[in-house]
C-alpha cells in the first residue's frame, strides 16, 4: 500500500507548479467546448473583417530650403539636443496651422458628409457614395438630434432627403442647389457627385469648420524624412482614394501659396506705402512747376548764373540726401529702438546735412531777390521731381520682386490615388479575433478548472485521509453504455482505461485478497461518478485472472445491471431461497445478480438476517463478492451494506470532490460500524496524459489504442 502510495504521489506535479503539458491534455478533453469558440470565432471574424470599411493612404512630399539655417547645421545633433529649432520643424508647424487647414476644409468641403447606412452592403463591399457640395441643416432640427436621411431614387443621378419620420422633405438632381423651408428654418443641399444603386440611403452630416479642421489634423502624418534633410512627408488616410489625393495635394498647393504670400508680405506693405504716397508727390510736383512756369511768364526769361546754378544743384542733392537718410531710419526704427547705435548714427549724419543746408540757404542770400526766387521755385520743382521718379522706380522694383517671390519650400511629389487600401488587413483581423476567441475558450476552461474546489492530486487525499489511492482511471471518449454482459476490460482490452482496472485489481490483490477476504464492497459519495461501471469491470476483470466472481446490484431502488422485471436479489431476500436460479452467467468465472423488482422498504431486507446468510451461502461458491452499492450521501443502503463486508472501495470522480466531503464520507462509514472497515480510494474519469501513468506509457507497448 506504501508502494502505491507512492507511486501516486510521485505522478503528481509539485503543488503550486503548473504542467503545461497537462493544461493542453485538459483542453483537449474539452475540444468540443473550445470547437463553439472556435466557431463564433470564425463568424465573428468574418463579420468584422469584411464589415470594416477600407482607408486609402497617400503622400505628398515637400522640399524646404535650409540654407538659411546656418546655425543649425553647424550643430548638427548638437542642435537637436540644445532644442535649437530647424526650418524643417517650423515649416512642419506651419502645415498644421488653421490658416492651411481651414481652407483645405472650405475647398474640399470636409465639412459636409455622406455616410452609406445599407448594412448588406457594406457587409458585400457595394456601398455607395455620394459627395456634397453644399448642407446647411436648420439648427433646431440638430439640436433635437434628428437624422436627415438621403436615398437614391429610380434615376441613379436623382434622390431625395427624408425627415424624422420617413417623409419626403425634397427631391432633386446633382449638380441643383436646392433651398427648402424645413424645421423652422431653411434646409440648403447641393450634391456635387453621387455614385449609388437605386434604394440606397446615406446619412447626412455638416460640421463646424472648427471641428472639421481639428478632425484633418487627427488624421495628419507630418515627419521629416531624415535629421536636417529639410524633406517633409505629409501623410493622410480616408475612405475614399480619389479624396486623400485631392486633400492632400490642396494642403501641399495651400501651404506653398501661404509661404509665398507669407515671403512677399514686407514687399507687398512697402509697396502698398508707396503707391498711397505717390499721388501727393505727383500733386506737389504739377504745383512746383505751376508756379515756376507762372513767374517765368510775369517776369519773363531769365537766365541762371554759375553761381545760381552752383547752389540750386547742390541744394537739390542735399534735399536727395536728407530724403534717403530719413527713409533709412524709418526702416531702422521698425527694426532697432531709437537709442540703437544704427539710428543714432543716422541722426547725426542727418544733422550735418540739415547744417550744411542751412548754410546753403545763408549763402543763397547774398544773391539779387529776382534769382533768389527763381533758385527757390527751381528748387522746389527739381526735389519733388526727384522725389517722384524715385517713388516710381521703388514701385516698379517691388512689383518685380512681388511677381517674381518663389519661397522657400517646393513640391517635390504629389499625391497619388492609391489602387489598393492600406488597411484594414482582413486576413489578419480574422485570423487575430479567431485566436482571440479561441484563448479566450481555453481562459474559460482553465479559470474553471482552476476555481473549482474538486481534489486532482491523490498524494493531497492520501494527506488528508490517510487512505491510499489505488489508481486513477482515464476517461473514455464518447457515450460509455454500462453493459455487464460486455464490460470494457473483455470487449475492449487495449483501452488505457482497461490497463487501469487491471492496475487496480493488482494492488487490490496484494493489499486485501492475500489475507483470505472475499466481499468488496464498491461505492461513490454522489451518483455520477461511474461507480457500477467500475464495479462491472473490475469483477470481470478479477474472473478474467481466474478467480470465480460474483457481481450483486445492491441498488434496490433503480438497479443498473438488469431490468426490474428480471428476477434478483430482492426476491432472493423475500423468499430466502438462496440458489442460483437468480444468477446469470456471463461467463463460467464471472457471474452477476441483478437487484430484481422494486421493493418498498429495501432497508429493511437488507438489514434483517436474510442477507447475512445470503453471503455465508455464496461465499463458498465464489472467490470474490463484487457489491455495487449505492452512494453513501443519496441513501442508507451503503451503510447497511457495510457491515457485512470486508473491504471498502470508493470511487472518486476526478475534480469532482472536496477534501471536505471525502472527508465526511469517511466519517459517514466508519460511524455505521464498530469496526471500521479497511478501505482505498479510486479515482475516475480522469484526462488522460502520461501524468496518470496509462495513455502514453502503455501505448508503447502497443496498449494505448486512439478512440
Known amino acids: 500500500m506504501n508502494e502505491k502510495t507512492t507511486q501516486n504521489a510521485s505522478n503528481t506535479s509539485a503543488d503550486g507548479e503548473i504542467d503545461i503539458f497537462e493544461v493542453l ?26 464589415w470594416l470599411r477600407p482607408y486609402y493612404k497617400s503622400d505628398i512630399l ?9 546655425q543649425g547645421l553647424a550643430l548638427g545633433e548638437m542642435g537637436a539636443l540644445l532644442d535649437i529649432s530647424t526650418p524643417s520643424a517650423a515649416e512642419m508647424e506651419l502645415i498644421k496651422s488653421r490658416v492651411v487647414l481651414d481652407y483645405v476644409v472650405d475647398e474640399e468641403r470636409l465639412c459636409f458628409s455622406a455616410i452609406p447606412l445599407d448594412k448588406a452592403d457594406r457587409l458585400m463591399h457595394r456601398e455607395g457614395r455620394m459627395d456634397l457640395e453644399l448642407l446647411v441643416i436648420p439648427r433646431a432640427f440638430q439640436e433635437a438630434k434628428g437624422k436627415l436621411v438621403a436615398r437614391v431614387t429610380a434615376d441613379s443621378s436623382a434622390y431625395e432627403v427624408l425627415g424624422l419620420e420617413g417623409e419626403v422633405v425634397l427631391a432633386g438632381t446633382v449638380g441643383e442647389t436646392y433651398r427648402k423651408p424645413f424645421a423652422g428654418d431653411t434646409l440648403v443641399i447641393c450634391v456635387k457627385a453621387l455614385t449609388a444603386t437605386v434604394g440606397q440611403t446615406f446619412l447626412l452630416n455638416a460640421v463646424h469648420p472648427q471641428i472639421a479642421a481639428e478632425n484633418l489634423l487627427k488624421g495628419l502624418s507630418i515627419s521629416e524624412e531624415g535629421k536636417n534633410s529639410g524633406i517633409i512627408r505629409v501623410s493622410l488616410e480616408d475612405h475614399y482614394a480619389d479624396r486623400v ?6 494642403i501641399a498647393n495651400t501651404y506653398l501659396k501661404q509661404n509665398i504670400e507669407m515671403r512677399s508680405a514686407e514687399a507687398k506693405k512697402t509697396l502698398m506705402f508707396l503707391e498711397e504716397q505717390l499721388p501727393g508727390v505727383k500733386a506737389k510736383l504739377d504745383s512746383a512747376e505751376q508756379k515756376l512756369t507762372s513767374f517765368r511768364h510775369s517776369k519773363g526769361t531769365i537766365d541762371l548764373t554759375g553761381e545760381t546754378r552752383l547752389h540750386l544743384e547742390k541744394d537739390v542733392t542735399l534735399q536727395q540726401r536728407i530724403l534717403e537718410l530719413e527713409q533709412k531710419k524709418q ?99 480574422f485570423v487575430g479575433i479567431v485566436f482571440a476567441f479561441l484563448l479566450l475558450g481555453c481562459f474559460i476552461v482553465y479559470i474553471r478548472r482552476m476555481l473549482s474546489n ?42 488505457p482505461f482497461a490497463e ?37 469491470n473490475l469483477a470481470a476483470s478479477f474472473a478474467m485472472s481466474g478467480k470465480k466472481v460474483l457481481l450483486v446490484d445492491m441498488d434496490l431502488r433503480r438497479g443498473h445491471f438488469f431490468k426490474h422485471s428480471q428476477k434478483g436479489l430482492c426476491e432472493m431476500l423475500e423468499k430466502e431461497d438462496y440458489s442460483d436460479a437468480y444468477i446469470v452467467k456471463v461467463t463460467d468465472t464471472f457471474h452477476v445478480l441483478g437487484s430484481g423488482a422494486r421493493v418498498v422498504n429495501p432497508g429493511g431486507l437488507l438489514n434483517s438476517s436474510r442477507f447475512s446468510a445470503f453471503l455465508e451461502a455464496f461465499k463458498d461458491k465464489y472467490d470474490l463478492i463484487v457489491l455495487d452499492t449505492p452512494p453513501v450521501f443519496q441513501c442508507s443502503d451503503a451503510l447497511l451494506v457495510e457491515k457485512h463486508a470486508d473491504y471498502l472501495l470508493c470511487v472518486l470522480k476526478h475534480a469532482a470532490h472536496t477534501i471536505e466531503s471525502i472527508q465526511d464520507a469517511l466519517n459517514t462509514f466508519d460511524r455505521s460500524t464498530e469496526t471500521p472497515l479497511q478501505k482505498a480510494f479510486v479515482f475516475n474519469k480522469c484526462e488522460r496524459h502520461a501524468g496518470y501513468g496509462y495513455g502514453s506509457y502503455y501505448g508503447y507497448y502497443g496498449y494505448h489504442k486512439k478512440y
Not at 469558440?37 to 469584411?50: C, D, P, R, S, T
Not at 515637400?62 to 546656418?70: A, D, E, F, I, S
Not at 487496480?504 to 451518483?527: H, I, N, P, Y
Open 245 to 250: 489625393a485631392a486633400i492632400l495635394n490642396t
Open 454 to 495: 474538486g481534489v486532482c492530486s491523490s498524494s493531497e487525499v492520501e494527506q488528508a485521509t490517510g487512505v491510499g489511492v489505488y489508481g486513477k482511471l482515464p476517461m473514455l471518449d464518447g457515450k460509455t453504455l454500462n453493459d455487464v454482459t460486455k464490460p470494457c476490460v473483455s470487449v475492449n482490452p487495449d483501452e
Open 331 to 429: 526702416e531702422a526704427l521698425r527694426l532697432f529702438r531709437a537709442e540703437h547705435p544704427t539710428v543714432r548714427t543716422i541722426e547725426e549724419q542727418l544733422a550735418q546735412l540739415h547744417q550744411e543746408l542751412a548754410k546753403q540757404q545763408r549763402s543763397a542770400a547774398t544773391l539779387p531777390v529776382v534769382q533768389q526766387e527763381v533758385l527757390s521755385l527751381q528748387e522746389e520743382v527739381e526735389v519733388n521731381n526727384k522725389l517722384y521718379t524715385n517713388l516710381l522706380n521703388n514701385i516698379q522694383q517691388l512689383r518685380v520682386v512681388q511677381a517674381g517671390e518663389v519661397g522657400n519650400v517646393r513640391i517635390v511629389d504629389k499625391a497619388y490615388a492609391p489602387l489598393l487600401p492600406s488597411k484594414p488587413n482582413r486576413k489578419v483581423i
Open 25 to 50: 491534455v485538459y483542453l483537449k478533453g474539452k475540444w468540443k467546448f473550445l470547437l463553439v469558440f472556435l466557431f463564433l470565432g470564425i463568424v465573428f471574424g468574418g463579420l468584422v473583417a469584411m
Open 62 to 70: 515637400l522640399q524646404v530650403n535650409v540654407k538659411g539655417n546656418k
Open 500 to 536: 487501469g482496472i487491471r492496475a487496480l485489481r493488482t494492488a487490490l490483490e496484494f493489499s486485501v485478497f492475500s489475507d483470505g477476504k472475499k466481499v468488496l464492497m464498491v461505492s461513490g459519495l454522489v451518483q455520477g461518478v461511474g461507480k457500477s461501471f467500475v464495479s462491472t
